[in-house]
């Protein structure tokens, strides 16, 4: 057991069902760790509704896009369909498809010539706007799984969230390299 006072981060790694037990445990015994995750949808408000509020206000995690921003247009936009389309909540994981798919169409849509020379060619000098995210930089591309791409969002947004369970942005509304 840690000296009284020694701060305890849990981090934990793998889906949501790794951090059920633990979040069940932690609401049954009143633990008040920080609890930290690798996986997007893992810290959910849902999973975290009744747990101790020391514990939920002492989560961190990180989300590459801004979908938690209720100022946002882009946050505005996908929360409306995914009330249409989705039967669940919104995520962290779910936005990120949803931005991929959203600047990739911007990045498309202006093209005349649809082949696929035209579209890797745009792919690799892509600039400007990532929906929910920060700007396309073609200076530096992600490694997703060992392939080099030119349009994901590049950077993280640290989230926590308030005794409500609200998303708080913890870095201040920056955005960190991601990649």
Not at 27 to 51: E, H
Not at 68 to 87: G, I
Not at 97 to 112: G, K, R, Y
Not at 134 to 157: C, E, F
Request: charged share 15%; proline share 6%; with cysteine.
């Amino acid at each position: 057991m840690p000296p009284p006072s020694a701060e305890v981060i849990i981090l934990m790694l793998g889906g949501a069902g790794y951090c059920e037990p633990l979040i069940q445990a932690a609401k049954q015994t009143g633990l008040t760790a920080r609890l930290g995750a690798t996986s997007q949808g893992c810290l959910t408000p849902a999973a975290l509704q009744g747990a101790p509020k020391s514990l939920v206000k002492g989560v961190i995690q990180t989300s590459d896009t801004s979908f938690f921003d209720t100022a946002s247009p882009d946050a505005e936009t996908f929360h409306r369909v995914m009330k249409q389309y989705s039967a669940g909540a919104a995520n962290s994981a779910s936005a990120s498809v949803f931005s991929q798919m959203m600047t990739l169409e911007e990045i498309i849509d202006p093209l005349t010539d649809i082949s696929g020379a035209t579209v890797l060619a745009v792919m690799k000098t892509a600039h400007g706007h990532v929906f929910m995210g920060s700007q396309l930089d073609p200076t530096k591309p992600a490694a997703i799984g060992g392939v080099t791409t030119h349009v994901t969002n590049t950077g993280s947004r640290i989230l926590g969230y308030d005794a409500d369970l609200n998303y708080v942005d913890l870095n201040h509304n920056q955005w960190i390299s991601g990649f």
